[in-house]
């Protein structure tokens, strides 16, 4: 028999009713007998069996076989009966004065019960709170009762406009006590939510297994049903007359699902009958991604119970070193730009060495969810069958783009010359990031643009507008609203000019021609007409010098350091990290130097070095934009003072990178002062102690490094976005010798 723990002097309930000892009442019982919060728990059931084992068992403190006995002085009443005994069951208790007790139930769909509520109540009572456990397990009956059973599982509760707060919240709480996660939401949308994700599944293994089953070949199928058969088929072995019950009582939201889930079986019936596998190959990779992103969602969903918040804290130990040869993952910016251009181009664009981070992944999600069929990304290769440039159609929701400033902003460009509408969102990063340096220019050209407050994601582009080309100089130094423009200009009748203070790396323009389209560039001034097209190409991405950039500072920091950086872009456009570290001192070499695919690509071979203060070149800065938070490392390791100006952009970045690499830099014992567009760092020691990233990759990424210099652990806090840029950092970093890691993961 279960120990029973003694109530609490004041328990959170009284008395506990459970009407219906099955599998699901009988857990709800036992776990909350089990955890004392109830001074007595009483079963109903009408079969005596039930009623004996419940209490043989531990899982109630006594039965009853009437109703009104049982409900008698009733604080919290439960029912756990089968759906369809619901209507009679209430019936009986609408009869009984039930007191101030707060009746919950656990049925699988909601409308119904609350219809049979009101049909038995005459109004649905205050006191009355919809629940559903999801929850569940092939086994049936009190016998199978866990007390465990809910743990780490939803519970939908669907209270209604007029639910009694108190009522509610004590529901609540018995079910966060039994340690579910409990949500709210209204009974019509449960109904849908369900309807899809459990009725329908339910409706198709029963309706698979019985079609095959009919058959007279059918001992034939089974015989060589494999995993495939049995995984798809697990649920047709759930109870037959719960599922009837369920069907009956969900009629209306389980018809809708099912009507749309008609259309589209007929539709891959279409393609297989006319053998359109551009369809089938639509559908089979769609598909594939959305369950690996809902088993993401699940996982994380898991780690952050687990841990109870999302802080993922690297711990950076001293002592490490740095030496070997590596390969950074593919460029970010000609990831996203590859996707762009291969969705726009007719025919199959195959990419090569694609980053699989979260950011290049959301634009490639982005043209899917477009109509593209893209296959892969698998080792870097994916394989995108282009639609033309006016081939796209619309997305069926928002497109989210995560914590990418570069898909919001080339999108924008590009969705500026669509026939339809769309909306992009993002994270909360992304939400704070400046888009009216794309949405006014875009706006000059006709473009219908719409941002929340303060120019603010997210971001609305009305389809269907007539572009016209514009000649613009853009005000601020940025290669996201430069290739914006180009987009948007491909889409712009005449012809698209634009002028930067200062070069910002020019991969849209080079990919542009890879792809046949004509672009002229005359020092700052880009520009191209529209009214071309662009044709299908093979793209190999290089390595990506930012992320290179972290390794480059790490070899020149780290004691008696070489290590080899393989086939890294040195776009000119993008190799400002390495002038600027060459100015303090760096020891950095570039070997085998050639071009892929219109991109030049060297091996760089670094070595440690004496580092020294400088004042870094303004006309460099946007050459190595993204490389700050790093050389801001690389300076407070140098011997004397090193001078940044000119760099108000770094303000606008995922966070505000100045004042978090000053925060950080200032509690590790570095003196260094911000400035409004720069700072100024003096070289010395580094300390340790917890530095926060702010959700930043190349902020958690830099302190990383710093460790190799640091004289104690350093604590990053908020690292999860490293993914965005570099899932591998970590194992690379491990590769070569910097000893850091997921803290308790060492
Ligand atoms: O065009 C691009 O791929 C990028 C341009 C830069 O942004 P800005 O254009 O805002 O400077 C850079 O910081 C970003 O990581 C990528
Ligand atoms: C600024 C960056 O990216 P984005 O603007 O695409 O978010 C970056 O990767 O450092």
Redesign the pocket.
């Known amino acids: 028999m279960t120990e029973r723990k003694t109530p609490a002097i004041k328990p959170l309930v009284e008395r506990l009713v459970v009407v219906g000892l099955g599998l699901i009442g009988g857990s709800f019982a036992k776990g909350l007998r089990a955890r004392g919060v109830c001074r007595e728990v009483v079963g109903v059931d009408l079969d005596p069996q039930s009623r004996r084992l419940a209490v043989e068992l531990g899982v109630v403190d006594r039965c009853e076989e009437q109703l009104a006995a049982a409900c008698q002085g009733a604080d919290v009443i439960m029912l756990a009966v089968p759906i369809l005994a619901m209507e009679r069951l209430l019936g009986e208790l609408a009869k009984l004065d039930l007191g101030a007790a707060v009746l919950t139930d656990a049925g699988s769909a909601k409308g119904n019960v609350v219809r049979a509520v009101e049909a038995a109540f005459g109004v649905v009572p205050a006191r009355f709170v919809p629940g559903h456990p999801i929850a569940g397990s092939e086994q049936s009956g009190v016998e199978a009762a866990n007390g465990e059973l809910f743990k780490r599982h939803k519970v939908i509760l669907t209270p209604l406009a007029h639910t009694d707060a108190v009522a509610l919240q004590r529901v609540d709480q018995l079910w966060r006590e039994l340690g579910a996660d409990v949500e709210h939401m209204q009974v019509e949308h449960h109904d849908q939510v369900l309807a899809a994700t459990s009725h329908l599944p339910h409706l198709l293994a029963f309706g698979l297994v019985d079609s095959l089953a009919k058959r007279n070949e059918n001992l034939e199928i089974f015989r060589y049903a494999a995993g495939g058969f049995r995984d798809f088929t697990r649920i047709a072995g759930s109870d037959p007359v719960m599922w009837h019950d369920i069907f009956l009582a969900n009629r209306e939201a389980v018809l809708r699902t099912l009507d749309v889930f008609r259309d589209d079986l007929d539709a891959l019936r279409d393609a297989v009958d006319a053998g359109d596998g551009h369809h089938l190959l639509g559908v089979f990779t769609r598909a594939r991604v959305a369950r690996e992103h809902f088993s993401k969602i699940l996982a994380r969903r898991a780690y952050v119970d687990a841990m109870h918040s999302n802080d993922l804290v690297f711990l950076a130990n001293p002592g490490g070193n740095v030496r070997g040869r590596i390969r950074v993952p593919g460029d ?2 000609i990831s ?1 730009r590859s996707i762009m251009l291969g969705s726009l181009a007719e025919g199959t664009t195959e990419v090569e060495g694609f980053l699989e981070g979260e950011d290049a992944l959301a634009t490639l999600q982005a043209f899917r969810d477009m109509g593209v069929v893209i296959e892969g990304p698998h080792h870097g290769r994916v394989t995108i069958h282009g639609v033309g440039l006016h081939g796209l159609k619309p997305p069926p929701g928002p497109i989210y783009v995560g914590n990418s ?2 898909s919001m902003r080339l999108l924008s460009g590009l969705l500026a010359g669509q026939p339809f509408d769309v909306t992009m969102t993002g994270d909360a990063s992304l939400s704070k990031r400046p888009m009216n340096r794309v949405a006014n220019p875009l706006r000059e050209m006709g473009a219908v643009v719409e941002t929340g407050p303060d120019g603010r994601p997210p971001l609305t582009i009305r389809g269907g507008q007539k572009l016209k080309a514009l000649t613009y100089t853009l005000p601020m130094a ?4 430069k ?1 914006c423009l180009l987009l948007a200009g491909l889409y712009a009748e005449g012809v698209t000019t634009v002028t930067e203070p200062a070069p ?2 020019d991969h849209t323009e080079r990919m542009l021609r890879g792809f046949g389209y004509a672009v002229e560039s005359k020092g700052p001034v880009a520009s191209l007409q529209a009214g071309g097209k662009l044709t299908a190409t093979r793209i190999e991405v290089p390595a990506d010098i930012s992320s290179a950039a972290f390794f480059l500072v790490a070899a020149s920091i780290a004691q008696d350091a070489e290590l080899l950086l393989e086939h890294v872009g040195i776009n000119p456009t993008r190799t400002g990290v390495i002038d600027i570290l060459r100015l303090m001192g760096g020891d950095i070499t570039l070997e085998n130097q050639r071009e892929v695919g219109g991109e030049p690509v060297a091996d760089l071979r670094v070595r440690g070095a004496r580092l020294k203060g400088i004042e870094i070149p303004e006309n460099l800065v946007p050459l190595a ?2 490389e700050f938070p790093v050389l801001f490392v690389a300076a407070a390791c140098a011997e004397g003072r090193t001078i940044l100006r000119g760099a108000e ?1 770094l303000r606008v ?1 995922e966070s505000d990178r100045i004042q978090v690499m000053a925060d950080g830099l200032i509690s590790l014992g570095v003196k260094c002062e911000p400035t409004p567009d720069g700072i100024i760092i003096d070289g010395g020691q580094i300390g340790g102690g917890e530095v926060y990233s702010h959700g930043d990759h190349r902020i958690a990424m830099a302190f990383s490094v710093a460790s190799l210099r640091a004289t104690a652990p350093i604590r990053i806090h908020d690292c999860a976005n490293v993914a965005t840029s570099f899932p591998n950092f970590l194992a690379l970093a491990e590769q070569v010798g910097i000893r850091v890691a997921v803290e308790g993961q060492q």
């Open positions: 970010k910016s996203h400033g570069t940025s290669a996201q609203v290739s910002t790396r934009i993204d952009e970045k």
